[in-house]
């Protein structure tokens, strides 16, 4: 009974979320924003400031969720020189690596999810990311994290850091997005950094 209401609320916070970055007319496409990681004006200057982090300067693997407001971050990772996995969307194809050598003059091209299919290589074996950056809907003051209702961003951290242990996870999000207290549920993971358009949060 408990997890049914846990679950209510975190969908009652997602429309909160939607409503007000509509409200406030942050929101950038693809619409309707309602069941996405929702994009964002400053997604742009979020990824900027997460390539300015000690933590991405010396990470040489760095996997990103597939959501249009890190679209930049993948960009950033093949023009950094980065290995980029990619997971593809809803995890259907897994997850692909794009090797930055590959992509040179074409990284706008390759950060996207067509582009990603077709510069990308399908993984059979996962490799260690030295780096997680992942999508949110919401994030709160203790770092938990709140995703569009599917539980892949939260499946996926855990998976990869049971197989290789603890991984640095980034998101980046609209000053909006960041709330008093995200609803939790046992499986809710946390991020470590948060990342907005004006500001740097670390747990």
């Not at 049914?4 to 009652?12: A, F, R, S």
């Not at 593809?88 to 299919?117: C, M, N, V, W």
Request: hydrophobic content about 35%; charged content about 35%; glycine content about 6%.
């Amino acid at each position: 009974m408990i997890s049914l209401n846990v679950k209510v609320e975190k969908q009652k916070l997602r429309e909160e979320i939607w409503n007000k970055m509509e409200k406030l007319r942050v929101a950038l496409p693809p619409f309707p924003i309602r069941n996405r990681i929702p994009n964002f004006i400053g997604s742009d200057k979020a990824a900027e400031k997460v390539r300015e982090l000690e933590e991405w300067k010396k990470a040489k693997v760095i996997l990103v969720n597939p959501d249009s407001p890190q679209r930049r971050i993948r960009e950033l990772a093949l023009l950094d020189k980065k290995i980029l996995v990619f997971a593809s969307p809803r995890l259907k194809h897994g997850y692909l690596k794009i090797d930055s050598q590959k992509t040179e003059g074409k990284e706008k091209l390759a950060s996207t999810i067509k582009g990603a299919f077709k510069f990308g290589e399908k993984l059979k074996e996962l490799p260690k990311p030295d780096l997680i950056v992942t999508g949110c809907v919401a994030v709160d003051k203790d770092f938990y994290r709140l995703g569009k209702g599917c539980g892949y961003g939260d499946k996926e951290i855990k998976m990869f850091e049971e197989k290789f242990g603890k991984i640095v996870v980034v998101t980046t999000i609209h000053d909006c997005q960041l709330v008093e207290k995200v609803p939790r549920e046992e499986n809710d993971t946390r991020v470590d950094i948060i990342v907005t358009p004006t500001k740097i949060f670390r747990r």
